[in-house]
């Protein structure tokens, strides 16, 4: 799975670890934060080891698969987690944030997609993790949220054209989760908490574990008639 090494991702890789799923952990640049993941996942009797790959950037589809292929001959699932944040309304965004964020956001899953089905066997599962702004209006991150629906939208072409062979396709879409992406303005500011607590439905703020355990189930074979759907997990928020 992509963007394992820390926030969602890494609560997913954990998650599946315990499963007994072997989780390729990817990373780009914290190999240290890989390395824990990986070792926590086999500390609890699991299976994983880490690959890196900068995503947005020439080759590295190439790059990610080179080091996957060393580990694997084929796989049953594939989780792209990986994305970028970019904020800013319709004035404000520029050439270079817009491309920046479709190279990482959409156009990495959608070749790793491409390079993995050939790996991937009968059966298998593709999930995407997207956001819950795909079905609000969200103008203080328009690119952000054009990214996540592009990925919506190809994850339910892919659903309908893989079917035959039995692989599932689905999104995830979280909502305001506690990360180190969020920590600037969310922990420790009890008003921001309180805010955001007040979007959801079940009135707290998202953890990580929160949206892993829909990945865990979205993955597993109760899960097999499952597809081409996003599956809500921001906890009721702007209902």
Known sequence: MTGASRGIGRAIALRLGREGIRVAVHYARDGKAAEEV???????????FPIRAELGVEGDV????????????????????????ALGGILDVTPEVYDRAFAVNVRA???IIQRALPLLRDGGRI?????????IAFP??????????ALEVLGRTLAQELGPRGITVNSVAPGIIDTDVNAGWLRGNPE???????????????A????????????????????GTTLDATGGSAL
């Open 62 to 85: 190439d790059t990610l698969f080179a080091a996957l292929e060393k580990e694997v001959e084929g796989f049953d699932i594939l989780v792209n987690n990986v994305g970028i944040t």
């Open 140 to 149: 203080e991150g328009v690119a952000y949220a054009a990214t996540k629906g």
């Open 109 to 111: 899953p959608f070749f």
């Open 38 to 48: 990986v070792a926590a996942i086999t500390e609890a009797g699991g299976a994983a």
């Open 127 to 135: 999930v995407t993790i997207t956001s819950g702004v795909t079905r």
């Open 192 to 206: 921001a908490e309180r805010l955001a607590a007040g979007r959801a439905a079940l009135a707290r703020v998202g």
């Open 208 to 227: 990580p574990e929160d949206v892993a355990d829909v990945v865990a189930f979205v993955v597993s074979d109760d899960a097999r008639w499952v597809t």
